[in-house]
T-cell receptor, first 113, second 113 residues
């Protein structure tokens, strides 16, 4: 079945540092890929998505490129802010065509001033 | 813009009691998903509905049932509650095709004592 593996956290960075959170996936077919962000005590917010190979999703300075050859969807940001501190989940659609999401285990990002 | 509404936001129940969680999707969204997120865990898919019919089922215990009503709101009914049912329960909604992104509600935090 489909699955997602994320780099383990927590990731601790200083403000304005470069961020990379690795995400690799196993899937049949060509699933859509997503990054969701969860701020403390809140629900999940869609950060960005990509629906086919070589697509680049971007939002709020974050980017991720759908790499089919390496089955990866790494999240990057050039300069993080304290307000980016949150848990980041990589996700894809499960097998079949019902849209359920399969999440990675989440990576906690802490940005220090 | 209208978001997904979940009620209640917090719920405390005792073991063996029942609980009902409600979800009101974004207007015009016809698909509802339920996810369970244990402490420090990634969200796990429970069940989904499309146009009031169950469309997919995940790791949902037999003690739980759910349905989607004619106005597209959904309810998750949980009986014989166990301590292990303590978690955040998220509802998400989407419009039509599974390739469309899911929008998550703020979640209901269920505590079983």
């Amino acid at each position: 079945g489909n699955s997602v593996t994320q780099m383990e956290g927590p990731v601790t960075l200083s403000e304005e540092a470069f961020l990379t959170i690795n995400c690799t996936y196993t899937a049949t077919g060509y699933p859509s890929l997503f990054w969701y962000v969860q701020y403390p005590g809140e629900g999940l917010q869609l950060l960005l998505k990509a629906t086919k190979a070589d697509d680049k999703g971007s939002n709020k300075g974050f980017e991720a490129t759908y790499r089919k050859e390496t089955t990866s969807f790494h999240l990057e940001k050039g300069s993080v802010q304290v307000s980016d501190s949150a848990v980041y989940f990589c996700a894809l659609h499960g097998s079949g065509n019902t849209g359920k999401l399969i999440f990675g285990q989440g990576t906690t990002l802490q940005v220090k001033p | 813009a209208a978001g997904v509404i979940q009620s209640p936001r917090h719920l405390i129940k005792e073991k063996r009691e029942t609980a009902t969680l409600k979800c009101y999707p974004i207007p015009r969204h016809d698909t509802v998903y339920w996810y369970q997120q244990g402490p420090g865990q990634d969200p796990q898919f429970l069940i989904s509905f499309y146009e009031k019919m169950q469309s997919d089922k995940g790791s949902i215990p037999d003690r739980f049932s759910a349905q989607q009503f004619s106005d597209y709101h959904s309810e998750l009914n949980m009986s014989s509650l166990e301590l292990g049912d303590s978690a955040l329960y998220f509802c998400a909604s989407s419009l039509g095709s599974p390739r469309y992104e899911q929008y998550f509600g703020p979640g209901t935090r269920l505590t079983v004592t």
